[in-house]
């Protein structure tokens, strides 16, 4: 009998929502689970060493010493090496720490905060990195499967695709070209601004059928990758760019903060509240942005 090809979960700085999204897929799992041996994943097998494998999912992204030992235990273990989620193919919501220094982080979470009386600083656990870095900047990737979480169906692809030596296709469009809201206004040529604010859904007489930019309302649909079936803009809610960037676009703060200044009057824009935390919200270590400051603090 063949032995069936082995799976392992590796996770770095996370939520572990990654792998719970491999387990929203039920009963589904066996049939992954029919085709492969999945070895090692601390949050649902007490198995401590990284064992050898053939494919190797990894979640999370690079946020202090022990991750960079993790994720190169992997590359050394595993034949095909997959990140797993927005943190891990872009940097994700820890990502956002790269809005700050290293010594800021640390002041903020362990002497600002409330329950650290004391303003003892950890000492005995891994230490910090300058920036948050994403897998493929310190390890060889080769598939990203994002989404925060990634949706069960998509992971199932990837790795159905992988198991039966297929190449798994990766969305190309953006999510404008699968989102079911209408444009009344927006793709008729004319001066006027179609909105002068930028508003939440509860502020006006929101419409469930338009594109929410028509209404004022911020959604980074048109600079983010298709492929999460829509759920958040179908649940009424703005899309923050979980998906990443498209594939050949770097920075999808750029992409953003460039395709709303076509539509909404750049005073507001500018005026919003935390416009970088909102465009860059899951993509700030993939940008350009970072890897310039990255370059000006490695020169300094
Ligand atoms: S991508 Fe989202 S769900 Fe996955 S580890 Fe990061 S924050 Fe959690
Ligand atoms: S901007 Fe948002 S609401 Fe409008 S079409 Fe794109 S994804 Fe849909």
Known sequence: MTE????????LTGCTGCVISILDLHEEILEILDKVNLIYCPTI?????????DIALVNGTIGNEHDIEVAKDVEKKAKKVIALGSCACFGGICGLRNFFTKEETIEYAYKTILTNDSNV???????????????????????R?????????MIKKVLTALLESQEPEQPTKN???????????MLIPTKEFLTFQVVA????DYKEELCFLEQGILCIGFATRAGCEGRCVNSNLPCRGCMGPLE???DQGC???SGLASIFPIGQLIQQEDLSGTVYRYSLPYSILHRISKDQKEDD
Do not use: M, R
């Open 45 to 53: 097998i007490d198995v401590k060493e990284i064992p050898t494998c």
């Open 145 to 153: 499967i994002p989404g925060c979480p990634p949706i069960p169906s």
């Open 121 to 143: 600083l950890p000492s005995e656990v891994p230490q910090l990195t300058e920036f948050v870095d994403v897998v493929q900047n310190v390890i060889n990737v080769d598939y």
């Open 248 to 250: 050949k676009e770097v």
């Open 4 to 11: 069936k090809p082995t799976l392992i979960i590796a996770n």
């Open 255 to 257: 992409a953003a903060i």
């Open 175 to 185: 999510l404008c070209s699968e989102c079911e809201k209408v444009h009344e206004n």
């Open 201 to 204: 859904s509860h502020e006006v």
